[in-house]
C-alpha cells in the first residue's frame, strides 16, 4: 500500500533532548580468596527531554490528522520490514542502506524513538494511544530478536513509561502542567487503552528481568545481573498508577516464557 511521505508541520520548534545518561561501575578486585565480588550495582540516572507539543490537538478527521496518520502507519511498516530482515538475515551487499534489517537494538531503538516524538509533538490522543501502544509492543518484540542492549533498553521504554503516565493523567511529565486540549488530571486514554497499556507494561517489565537472567546465565557479561536494581524502573510510573500484576508463579518465582 503506498503511503504519502509528507511532513508533519507543526508551528512549534522541536526542543534538543539527550540521551539517558549511564554509567557502569567498574567490578571489585578479587578478594583474598582469590574469589570475584559480586558486581556493584549500575548507576543509571534516567533523563526526559520531550519536543514542544502543539498548543492543540490536531482536529479529529482532518487533513491534518491524516497525514499524522499516515506518516506513523509508514514509520511502523519500516520497522516491522527491517525487524523481519534482521530475523530472516535477509540481507545481500545490494540491499540499499534504508532497507537493511537492523544491526543492533539500539539502531532499532532511534527509529521508535523518532515516532514517539511525532506523536508526543502532535499532542492529539486521537493517535497518540493506539500509536503509542503498537511502537511499545514493537519494542518488547524486538527485545527477543537482539542481544541484549540494557542500556538502549532502559532508556526507550523510561520514555514510553513517562509518556504513558502523562496520556493516563492528563499531566506533562516534565512541567506538570496540562496538557494540550484537557485539564489536569483527565486522563487522555481510553479505559480499554488503559488495560492494554498496564498488560505491556507488565509483561515488558518480565521479558527484560528474563533477558538479565539468560544473558548472566549464559556468561557472556558477567556485569549484566548489576542491571538487575536499574531494571526495577521499567515501567515503575505507568504501573503505579494502573496497578502492576507481574508474572509471577505460585512459588513466587519469575516466569520466563523464553
Known sequence: M????????????????????????????PGANGDHQPPPAV????????????????????????????RLSEGIDQINYREMRTRMGMDTPDTPAAERGYESFSQLCREVEALVDLLWASATPSVQGEGLITLAGLTKAALQTHPFDPASTLNILYRFDQIFAALCTGQHPLTGAPLPGTQSGRSLVTQTQKVRIQSLAESTRSKVFCCLINEDEDGEDDAMGAWSLAATKVYEATLMLLGDQGDIDDAGRLECPW
Open 2 to 29: 503506498s503511503i504519502p511521505n509528507e511532513q508533519f508541520r507543526d508551528s512549534d520548534e522541536d526542543e534538543e533532548f539527550e540521551d539517558v545518561e549511564f554509567e557502569d561501575v567498574p567490578l571489585q578486585a
Open 43 to 70: 548507576r543509571w540516572s534516567p533523563t526526559l527531554t520531550l519536543p514542544q507539543q502543539r498548543n492543540e490537538p490536531l482536529a479529529l478527521g482532518s487533513n491534518e490528522e491524516t497525514r499524522l496518520r499516515n
